[in-house]
């Protein structure tokens, strides 16, 4: 499915262009799943896993950013090891 190869591609865009901040803080994130109903599920990794900011970033953040370059994403969602 070409279309939603070219999606995954625009996820990892956005959370590569998140990476620094993320880094900065100790944390990390990575993309696990994207779902038939479109929402983006990331890992996330380091400081990031217990940090009370963390569903800020995910909303404010990486969906912010993704919704920029692929508005058919629905949201983001934070899954467990």
Not at 7 to 20: A, C, E, M, T, Y
Request: glycine share 4%.
């Amino acid at each position: 499915m070409k279309d939603k190869e070219t999606l995954i591609q625009k996820i990892n865009q956005s959370i590569d262009q998140l990476r620094p901040f993320l880094h900065a803080d100790g944390g990390d994130m990575e993309f696990v799943d994207l779902t038939e109903d479109l929402i983006v599920k990331v890992r996330l990794l380091g400081s990031c896993s217990d940090c009370s900011m963390s569903h800020m970033t995910m909303r404010a953040g990486l969906e912010e950013a993704l919704k920029k370059v692929a508005p058919e994403v629905q949201s983001v969602e934070a899954v467990d090891e």
